[in-house]
């Protein structure tokens, strides 16, 4: 079953929301995703979170992408490749209307569309099934060398987790997109410095991170990742040298915006108590 | 679905690796969605020529088959038909999860085209051979699996597969297999071929086990044993109607491979008889081990992979028979 909106949504003619209206935007999206995970009963909360910055500049402002055409063939595509993500990444396709809000309550539940990793023959809008780590990037440069041999200007972000730079594949595809000079492929990697077993640096610590996309051959930019300003800075003018894909390090706190579990590795996958909840719905409510 | 329209006469003296080579040339000119991608053997595998003459729908991985087949995943999600090639123990076992779960899972149009498998690197020892990868890329869902025999059904199978919707693996084996067709025929993706007729029992084999179960037939014939013999080049979706046609009129089957018979295609017709029509099957393979070191002929001797061995076990099925 392919899920599509129903055609009486507008959002294929969004105008792109300004960095004040995509930090309200974020709020209310990590308030649908925790709100989602709580009807599921547990989700991957806090990579959802950190990233849900990232996702909504790129939905809301930055790619190139229309809702009611969701297979035109100039789009830029999105990968999430930590598809452990999809708790947030569900809800930003369903707010940019490639998908039914009512159908969030179904995440994990038999039958439905979405779960834990995202399918792509299930959602509309979603460019590549993930979940396995390390897989995104060597796809997305499968998929750049595809467009630039017919010739679009179509861009591919691999959004990664930071723990999932371990693999080794992520490093075979950072070799390869160099070589191949796929400056329309840019990798931002989710640095919320928690892996699942304990805070990254104490499991497989990645430094100097810079300095290995760097020596890989690519085009470094690093920014705080819940800075609106800076999110889209670093998303704009791309790519930022001829000829060289692009690795946006975005500095980001796991379980950002509910504060009693920010930066604690434990709250890779989990559930928010009630009082948690409330309390989360309190404050995002206030900041959007 | 293009028309198939590779013939005999432009394979008739040529190996089945370069049949292979050859085969894509042609495909590149009819179909120009086609890619190749190579991981630094485009040389061996004989995905040279079509480079040369598609250097711009060429693309080298290096030695990076991982990131070769994420990447063909990604081809041909815009639109690409991308041809992965690689030695055939590397795409099923070292992509092996990029195989199912980037491609297998969501059902992309890719296709994978293992050379050198089997025992095809016989003195490369373990390492180097390819005699598992059946059995792996079988169970995957979606997954189309082809394996043709001498250079013509190569040929044959290679524009076959690139016409066929979703993923095959397509296994090719050594180079040189020596011919088991000598005159044109319709080749196609899930129908056996019925290579010699006999009610006695039937010999299934695919690649260079169908010269060995020929020989065999040859020699049967004049023990007065009539020996059916099946070329079952697609071993997933297998041809069921004629598994069961088979052990209904012969009554004991062989199935030859040279693979082994773990999860090969000997499981893969056992599956059918025994659920539609139970028979004495033996299966010739490689006898769950690892194969060890030396040329082709004395390894296969060593491994019980050859006519003398179809022979022997062709005559106890039969007594096997109620």
């Not at chain 2, 095959?168 to 067709?181: K, S, T």
């Amino acid at each position: 079953m392919l899920i599509t909106k129903k055609r009486n949504w507008r959002n294929n003619k969004l105008k792109k929301l300004n960095s004040m209206e995509l930090v309200k935007k974020a709020n209310e999206l990590r308030l649908l995703s925790l709100e989602m995970i709580n009807e599921a009963g547990g989700g991957h909360i806090g990579g959802s979170l950190s990233a849900m910055d990232i996702m909504t500049a790129l939905y809301f402002n930055i790619l190139n992408i229309d809702p009611e055409n969701p297979k035109k063939k100039d789009r830029d595509r999105f990968i999430l490749s930590a598809g452990h993500k999809a708790a947030g990444y569900i809800p930003v396709l369903a707010e940019r209307g490639f998908l039914d809000k009512k159908l969030l309550a179904t995440f994990n539940k038999l039958d439905s569309p979405f779960g834990m990793h995202p399918d792509m023959n299930k959602i509309s809008g979603c460019e590549m099934s993930t979940g396995s780590l390390g897989h995104g990037l060597a796809i997305g440069l499968g998929m750049a060398l595809a467009l630039r041999m017919d010739n679009y200007d179509s861009r591919v972000f691999v959004l990664m987790g930071d723990g999932e730079i371990d693999e080794g594949t992520v490093w075979e595809a950072a070799m390869g997109a160099a070589h191949h000079s796929t400056d329309n492929l840019i990798a931002i990697v989710d640095y919320n410095k928690c892996s699942m077993d304990g805070p990254i640096n104490q499991i497989i610590n990645i430094e100097p991170i810079e300095e290995k996309w760097y020596s890989f051959g690519w085009e470094v930019r690093r920014i705080n990742g819940h800075n609106m300003d800076e999110i889209l800075t670093a998303l704009s003018n791309l790519p930022n040298e001829k000829g060289k894909p692009t690795v946006i390090i975005a500095d980001t706190i796991k379980g950002k915006g509910v504060s009693s579990i920010e930066g604690d590795y434990h709250w890779h996958y989990g559930l928010l108590s009630d009082k948690q909840l409330l309390s989360a719905r309190k404050k995002l409510g206030e900041e959007q | 679905m293009g028309k198939l329209s590779i013939s005999m006469k432009e394979f008739e003296n040529i190996s089945s690796r370069d049949a292979f080579g050859k085969a894509l040339t042609i495909m590149g000119k009819k179909v120009p969605e086609l890619v190749l991608l190579g991981a630094d053997a485009l040389g061996s595998t004989r995905g040279a020529a079509f480079a040369k003459m598609f250097p711009k729908r060429t693309f080298n991985f290096g030695i990076a088959e991982q990131e070769m087949i994420a990447a063909a995943a990604g081809f041909a999600t815009c639109g690409k038909i991308p041809i992965a090639t690689a030695y055939g123990f590397l795409i099923s076992m070292r992509a092996c999860e990029q195989v199912r779960t980037d491609i297998c899972y969501p059902n992309l149009n890719v296709k994978l085209m293992a050379t050198h498998t089997g025992l095809s690197m016989a003195t490369g020892g373990t390492t180097h051979h390819c005699t598992e990868d059946i059995a792996i890329m079988r169970s995957f869902a979606n997954l189309t699996v082809v394996a043709p025999s001498d250079a013509i059904e190569t040929a044959k199978a290679v524009e076959s597969v690139i016409y066929y919707p979703g993923p095959v693996y397509l296994r090719m084996g050594r180079g040189e297999i020596p011919n088991v067709y000598s005159r044109d025929y319709k080749f196609e993706i899930g129908k056996s071929i019925l290579l010699r007729k006999g009610n006695d029992v039937t010999i299934i084999a695919f690649g260079i086990m169908l010269v060995e179960a020929l020989k065999a037939a040859e020699v049967l014939v004049k023990e007065n044993i009539q020996a059916r013999v099946i070329n079952m080049h697609t071993i997933k979706p297998i041809d069921k109607d004629a598994i069961i046609k088979a052990a209904s009129e012969t009554g004991a089957i062989i199935t030859a491979e040279e693979h082994t018979v773990c999860g090969g295609l000997g499981e893969a017709v056992a599956g059918v008889t025994s659920a539609f029509c139970p028979v004495p099957l033996i299966r010739i393979g490689i006898q769950d081990t690892f194969c060890g070191i030396g040329p082709e002929d004395g390894l296969r001797k060593k491994l019980g992979l050859t006519a003398e061995n179809i022979i022997q076990a062709s005559k106890k099925v039969i007594l096997m028979k109620k």
